[in-house]
């Protein structure tokens, strides 16, 4: 467990550290109050525990400097204070804070608030993800995981969330005119339930910006969805502080073609007929959107048995590894086995390197030409 302290008496910090550390807690502690909140963003910490009383910036003006960061709102926060005033404490509370710890409290029974205020924040949550997977398994639906369309293209998903909680990545079907089909793979980002519960308003939108476009007639534009989509989210006061990484396949049977188009960091691989893994660039770098983004779309026309693969960055992210050689692992992957017979068995290969520990959603939808 990581607790961040903070107190401009630097002794109380060093008492406090001690103890804490020799019941097994990682600290990091400051003096800085000014600073105190960037500082405990970089750390993230699972409690933060800090004095009331302080210069320049006190402990209440830093308990809202941390409830207004989304990063630190949700971290347990515990204030030590010499002053009992029923005034004070009835504002900590106001401000949502979990506990009030005297500074002539013991140091057993200082280690025993905090380990209970952390005992209730888990017990919280259990409770909480097992209501996410009710409410979840109610509202949520992933399409096939294997789908035929036509005869000359298989479209084939899986979308796995982590830890069997529901998260912010997303695969969606949408019929358009006759002999084409949209699919959306989209990662929201944001801790679980939180990046889950974001992902409805976002599916809202793309499915008001897919309308828009397809009531203007002609052609099928995936950067024009884009360009409508941009403009709905940075005008949304909420979605606006939220970022998504979003990838759109338009197939067409009668052209047995592919039509591209994103925004964000998901990344694409076109797995060609001579083993060649090409890396489709998305057309922005960084994930969700900003008023001044142009989009443009591209199509490309896979030859029989070629593959395009999207995936979200579960299944190059590992907590006990690089994302970065794993991404290189499945490129490696692809190249060495252009004629793999699954997403599962792909799944299961790159979950098998060593190191790997899943740390997010696994959310792949592949493309393959069939003649």
């Known amino acids: 467990m ?7 008496d ?4 060093q008492m ?7 019941h097994g807690f990682q600290c990091k502690t400051t003096s800085d109050s000014v600073t105190a909140a960037r500082t405990a963003e970089s750390f993230n910490p699972d409690i933060i525990i800090s004095d009331l009383q302080m210069p320049e910036v006190d402990g209440f003006l ?3 400097q941390v409830m ?9 926060f515990i204030f030590l204070t010499s002053n009992d005033e029923e005034e004070n404490l009835l504002e900590g509370y106001n401000l949502e804070i979990n506990d009030y710890i005297q500074k002539t409290t013991s140091p057993r029974l200082l280690i025993k ?3 209970t205020v952390l005992q209730n924040r888990t017990l919280l949550k259990q409770s909480a993800k097992q209501e996410l997977k ?4 109610l509202v949520s639906h992933q399409p096939e995981e294997q789908q035929q369309i036509a005869d000359n293209f298989t479209v084939s998903i899986i979308c796995r969330p982590f830890a069997d909680t529901p998260g912010g990545d997303f695969v969606e079907k949408i019929d358009l005119i006759s002999g084409q089909t949209l699919y959306i793979i989209a990662d929201v980002m944001g801790k679980e339930w939180e990046a889950w519960f974001h992902s409805f308003p976002f599916k809202s939108h793309i499915k008001a910006a897919v309308s828009e476009q397809q009531q203007k007639g002609g052609a099928f534009d995936a950067a024009a969805v884009l360009d409508s989509l941009n403009r709905i989210i940075t005008s949304d006061g909420l979605l606006a502080n939220y970022s998504i990484a979003i990838t759109l396949l338009v197939v ?11 925004a964000g960091s998901l990344p694409l691989f076109w797995i060609r007929q001579n083993g060649m893994v090409e890396e489709v660039d998305p057309i922005e770098a960084a994930p969700g959107f900003s008023r001044k983004t142009v989009y443009t779309s591209r199509v490309v026309f896979p030859e029989k048995g070629e593959r395009l693969l999207a995936f979200t960055d579960g299944i190059i992210e590992s907590a006990g590894n690089n994302s970065l050689n794993l991404y290189q692992e499945l490129k490696n992957l692809l190249a060495e086995h252009p004629g793999y017979e699954s997403l599962e068995w792909l799944e299961k290969e790159i979950k098998s390197q060593a190191g790997f520990e899943a740390s997010d959603d696994v959310t792949l939808l592949e493309i393959r030409r069939n003649y």
């Open 62 to 64: 830093f308990r809202k």
């Open 16 to 22: 406090l550290q001690m103890q804490l550390e020799l």
């Open 113 to 115: 608030k905090i380990e």
């Open 252 to 262: 067409d049977l009668h052209q047995s073609s592919v039509q591209i188009a994103g």
């Open 68 to 76: 207004d960061n989304p990063r630190l709102r949700e971290i347990p």
């Open 2 to 8: 990581k607790a961040f302290l903070v107190d401009d």
């Open 10 to 13: 630097t002794r109380l910090l």
């Open 134 to 137: 009710k409410a979840a398994s």
